[in-house]
């Protein structure tokens, strides 16, 4: 635990994007300058804090949750504060932004085939910066931050930082544990971004994906995962600033790295093909899982086990929270379902 941090404080406070995902279903796709006709179509919470408070909600967090960041004062601006009130999580940092638009993506669905197509808007979630972020007063235990590479103020380099660093910087002086996750983006920009934010990190999620992209190190070989690989990934993350927990996860597996050293591994779920309606969603039904356990202080061989049943349960729907079930529910999955092998 960080020493700053009095074993009295509760909850988690998650900031960032916060997206609404307008879903459509087409009857197929169409040539360019041809119609498709919409044949259903949906709304669902999309981004990391919204997400990951979302999960935390339906696992049946007993701690406060509380949200920060910017919506537009729109139509889905007030449909994020209505659902964040619905699954009591607190929006007193959760700001409208006037004159631009709540981010969000048009998801065209293909009928015929289920590919989707994302047509996304930054909106309000471009404008973000650490000045949106005051943590006086604030007694929540965790503050976690996301996703870094989508939010346009807070990745600017100041002297050659990223701004997000002055965010976790704060949080932490103010007593906060934090926790980071990043957006699988095929860039360069993790090196500049998301490495040197590290040393204000106490726990850092990231996939195998964001995790090469960091490290330099590859993670599979003919397609596998490594296990060797992946724990030389973390080490290196350990080695770049990450100050406790360095939290990895693929389709296979999760593994987490202490900062002592000490290492676990948890195998993923064997959900049927059949089960599987999306995976959107599925990485921060991990970490809402893990946060969970580690917000109540349980071990990590705990908390990797839940995070990968919540992810399991995540893939039962097509949005990204609306599969999660209460955390006894979800840990049940593991008898009906089994592990899969661990990587060699």
Known sequence: MNPTTAPSRAGILAGGNWIVDHVKLIDAWPPQDALANIVAESWANGGSPYNILKDLAKLGAPFPLAAAGLVGDDADGERILADCAAHGIETGLLRRCPGTP????????????????????????????????????????????????????????AAGRPRCREVLARARAAGMLTSVDCVSENSGRFQSVVRPALPDVDWLFANDFEAERITG???????????????????????????????????????????????????????????????AGAGDAFAGGVLFSLHEQRPMPEALRLGVCAAASCLSHPTCSEGVREASRCLQLEAAYGWQELPG
């Open 102 to 157: 709540t981010s969000y993506s048009d998801v065209m669905t293909d009928r015929q085939t289920g590919r989707r197509t994302f047509f996304h808007q930054r909106g309000a979630n471009a404008r973000l910066g650490p000045e949106h972020f005051d943590f006086r007063g604030r007694t929540e235990r965790i503050f976690h931050l996301g996703y870094l590479l989508l939010l346009d103020r807070l990745d600017e380099l």
């Open 217 to 279: 190190v590859a993670l599979r070989e003919g397609g596998r995962l490594g296990r060797e690989r992946v724990e030389k990934a973390a080490e290196a993350l350990i080695r770049d600033g990450v100050r406790q927990w360095v939290i990895l996860h693929a389709p296979e597996a999760a593994y987490a790295r202490h900062v002592s050293g000490a290492g676990c591994w948890q195998p993923s779920l064997r959900v049927p093909a059949a089960v599987i309606q999306g995976t």
